[in-house]
T-cell receptor
Framework: GDSVTQMEGPVTLSEEAFLTINCTYT??????LFWYVQYPGEGLQLLLK?????DKGSNKGFEATYRKETTSFHLEKGSVQVSDSAVYFC???????????????FGKGTSLLVTP | TAGITQAPTSQILAAGRSMTLRCTQD?????MYWYRQDLGLGLRLIHY???????GKGEVPDGYSVSRANTDDFPLTLASAVPSQTSVYFC????????????FGEGSWLTVV
């Protein structure tokens, strides 16, 4: 079945450092790929998404490119801020999975702590 | 805008008791979902509904039931709670179709003792 694997955390960075959180996936078809962010005590919010190969999603300085050849969707940011401290989830939605309403299949999450 | 409203925000429940977590959305989305979030396990799908009147089982449905009487409401019921159901529960909704964004509620923290 479909699955998402993302790097284990926690990740601790100093402010203004470069961030990469790796995400790879396994899917039978051509899934849509997402990054969600969860701030402490809150629900999940969409950070960015890409629906086809080579698409780049971007938002708030974060970027991720849908790489079909490496089945990856790594999240990057050039200069992190303390306010980026959160848990980041990679997820996929399989267009062949209409029976589950295209539910998201999540990775286990990566906790990011940015220190001043 | 309200989006998705979950209630209660938190609850402590005695083992063996029943409980219903409520979820209401005001976006007229066809699809709705219940996930549970556990440390080290990420989010796992409990039940889903493609449209009013239909429901289906996700990855971890045992011990839970849902109903979808109308578009807006998607309650999750624990018939006889057990400690392993201690978790944070998230309701979510989406316009139907692959690639559409799924929107989440703020979560319901449930502790079964």
């Amino acid at each position: 079945g479909d699955s998402v694997t993302q790097m284990e955390g926690p990740v601790t960075l100093s402010e203004e450092a470069f961030l990469t959180i790796n995400c790879t996936y396994t899917a039978t078809g051509y899934p849509s790929l997402f990054w969600y962010v969860q701030y402490p005590g809150e629900g999940l919010q969409l950070l960015l998404k890409a629906t086809k190969a080579d698409d780049k999603g971007s938002n708030k300085g974060f970027e991720a490119t849908y790489r079909k050849e490496t089945t990856s969707f790594h999240l990057e940011k050039g200069s992190v801020q303390v306010s980026d401290s959160a848990v980041y989830f990679c997820a996929l939605s399989d267009p062949q999975d209409s029976n589950s309403g295209y539910a998201l299949n999540f990775g286990k999450g990566t906790s990011l702590l940015v220190t001043p | 805008t309200a989006g998705i409203t979950q209630a209660p925000t938190s609850q402590i429940l005695a083992a063996g008791r029943s409980m219903t977590l409520r979820c209401t959305q005001d976006m007229r989305h066809n699809a709705m979902y219940w996930y549970r979030q556990d440390l080290g396990l990420g989010l796992r799908l409990i039940h889903y509904s493609n449209t009013a009147g239909t429901t289906g089982k996700g990855e971890v449905p045992d011990g839970y039931s849902v109903s979808r009487a109308n578009t807006d409401d998607f309650p999750l019921t624990l018939a006889s709670a057990v400690p392993s159901q201690t978790s944070v529960y998230f309701c979510a909704s989406s316009p139907e179709g692959s690639g559409n964004t799924i929107y989440f509620g703020e979560g319901s923290w449930l502790t079964v003792v």
